[in-house]
């Protein structure tokens, strides 16, 4: 979730380190740093806390200008957010490290450390990591020697990347549970937490494995692997447009992301529909021979993504028979689980690097699982790599914290899953997959329809300016976007909100039911319509104030302390894709009114590399 780059070359580095830092805001953090090693020979730095034009203003004030340097965005897990606590560490004004993850026997080594000699200046794990290096640096006289020598030492995640003043020559990187990328130069080379950070100096880029270390000169690069063997890495030519970091015409990122969502689903739909059905080989090219096997699914994943997977359930049981677990990843990686036979083990992540579902791929992998899937943004990420199948969702780089086209692309994604498991172990109904691929073929038009309704939406999101609490209601699959929903509005606006299935209303939550508690409900024309209009009925006679998004068809309407907003009509199964979006809408419109950071809302960061 932290960020960080580094650049060692022939020109000044300051102004891409720092340009570097801005492109990886949107994965939130509480302070940034820099450092270089300047034209005088020294290893000099700036740390501010807040944002990174805090640090861009002290570097105006107190230049640095020299050709090797790193930097980093914090998003504190060990010790408050402080300057004394932002990186990069110095050791004896002599090296620099920068570092996201967890060392989780920092305190011993901080001790060991201790005894050395060593004074420590913050509260962070890195630190330890900054002193070890300085430690083996004196013994073996080479950066290089002094990290492979150190690594075996350091236990739990790392991305780090290290700069030494006695070696101004290069930067030494390690990758162990939170990714690295390598940007190549023409006599320049360059190093992110993601590739996004140097999309303004290169397109070619190099991914560290797990385990890898690398030694990053202005011409060249030299890796080894986790077992001490030099390999070469290949180079891949990123073709994505810098543009996907300009908010464009839009006032925030996540609205630019919301309104991205007809074209994306679209982009995630392309090559993978037959004339009638799902090509099944989308899922790679092992998938016919391993779905003809599956007899169970499990799902695992974090946050929105566990949403997208809730829904997922219902499809896979209702559509193809097959029994579906579901799972989030932060329990289910510690705990005994009784692994179903034939069991796909399907993972869900953005980033792909989430480090709880990551972590429960790989104890999946020692468990007996048939094999496994992962439903992923990123195709060079971890969670891809690792994954015996993957589908991309190609929702491009997503910038506003709040998940919104990658959350609409992974429920498409599963739709095809759903889809492509049923064609082979044929499970489906004669006619389902034909009549919801050309369903799914006119997906990109219903949502661009849904987001026309974006002034209605932002009326409506008047009604919470002075709300404190809310309610989202919904039934069957539609209950994980009351879910989906209710987190929109807390992350971003900071109201407090929580989803119930609507028959569990009479069960306790009616309690909270007052004028001063409004209740969003997402009601598309299906069999349970005239249960959920029961339920509604309860909230009025208490006299709650609802907002109902409803089919055209639906045959509800306003009223005293009612507020419909019509949606177009959809098939059933394709509505939880649809009714997302105007609960995106509401949220984005409430957090404006109430003058939150859209983007990058409190304590929250992008891409949850630790635990």
């Known amino acids: 979730m932290c960020g960080i780059v580094g650049a060692v070359a022939e020109r000044s580095i300051t102004p891409i380190l720092v340009e570097g830092l801005k492109r990886l805001e949107y994965r939130g953090y509480d302070s940034a740093g820099v450092a270089v090693f300047t034209q005088a020979g020294e290893l000099q730095r700036r740390r501010r806390v807040g944002k990174v034009a805090e640090l861009e203003q002290a570097l105006a004030g107190e230049p640095l200008t020299g050709h090797l340097g790193i930097a980093h965005t914090r998003w504190a897990t060990h010790g408050a957010p402080s300057e004394r606590n932002a990186h990069p560490h110095f050791s004896a004004e002599q090296l620099a490290v920068v570092h996201n993850g967890i060392i989780e026997n920092h305190e011993e080594l901080r001790e060991r450390l201790k005894g050395l000699g060593y004074v420590f200046t913050s509260d962070t794990d890195t630190e330890t990591i900054v002193h070890l290096l300085h430690h083996k640096l004196a013994e073996l006289g080479d950066l290089t020697a002094a990290l492979k020598a150190a690594i075996p030492e350091l236990h739990g995640a790392y991305g780090l990347a290290v700069v030494s003043a006695q070696q101004p020559d290069r930067i030494l990187a390690a990758r162990s549970g939170s990714p690295l990328v390598i940007g190549l130069g023409l006599g320049e080379n360059f190093l992110a937490s993601d590739q996004l950070a140097l999309r303004q100096v290169t397109d070619r880029f190099v991914y560290l494995e797990e385990g890898d270390i690398a030694e990053i000169r202005r011409d060249s690069l030299q890796i080894w692997d986790v077992a001490g063997q030099s390999v070469q890495r290949e180079a891949v030519q990123y073709h994505e447009g810098a543009e996907a970091a300009d908010k464009g015409e839009y006032r925030h990122f996540m609205l630019k992301e919301i309104h991205e969502q007809p074209k994306v689903v679209q982009h995630t739909l392309e090559g993978r529909l037959g004339s009638d059905h799902v090509l099944v080989q989308a899922f790679g090219p092992q998938a016919a021979e391993l779905f003809a096997k599956v007899r169970n699914v499990q799902i695992v994943a974090c946050g ?77 990420s971890s969670l891809v790599r690792e994954s015996d199948l993957c589908l991309l969702t190609l929702a491009g780089p997503e910038i506003g914290v709040a998940s919104t086209k990658a959350f609409t692309t992974q429920l498409v994604g599963l739709l095809l899953l759903t889809l492509a498991l049923g064609q082979v172990n044929g499970r489906l109904e004669a006619g389902v997959a034909a009549e ?171 891409s949850v590399t630790v635990e």
């Open 304 to 380: 929105t993504s566990y949403h997208a997977g809730m829904v997922a359930r219902y499809w896979l049981e209702a559509l193809t028979g097959i029994p579906c677990q579901i799972e989030v990843a932060s329990e289910f990686r510690y705990r005994k689980v009784a692994v179903q036979p034939d069991s796909l083990f399907v993972t869900i992540s953005q980033s792909g690097e989430t480090a709880d579902t990551l972590a429960a791929l790989r104890n999946a992998k020692q468990a007996g699982y048939l094999a496994s899937l992962a439903i992923c943004n990123v195709g060079t």
């Open 436 to 606: 919801l691929v050309e369903e799914l073929r006119r997906l990109p038009t219903r949502l661009g329809e849904a987001l026309a309704m974006d002034k209605t939406v932002e009326k409506v999101a008047e009604l919470f300016a002075e709300k404190h609490h809310t309610l989202f209601l919904g039934r069957g699959a539609q209950f994980p976007v009351a879910m989906e929903g209710a987190l929109k509005l807390k992350e971003i606006s900071y109201i407090h909100a929580e989803a119930y299935p609507a028959g569990e209303l009479k069960h306790g939550p009616l309690a909270l039911v007052d004028a001063d508690m409004p209740v969003v409900t997402v009601a598309p024309n299906n069999e349970l319509l005239e249960k959920l209009k029961s339920n509604l009925q309860e909230v009025r006679a208490r006299g709650g104030q609802l907002i109902v998004f409803a089919d055209e068809q639906a045959g509800l309407g306003n009223g005293e302390g009612t507020h419909v907003v019509a949606m177009p009509h959809i098939h059933d199964v394709l509505a939880p894709i649809l009714y997302t979006l105007p609960l995106q809408l509401l949220s984005y419109y409430v957090a404006v009114l109430k003058g939150t950071d859209v983007d990058q809302p409190r304590n929250l960061a992008k």
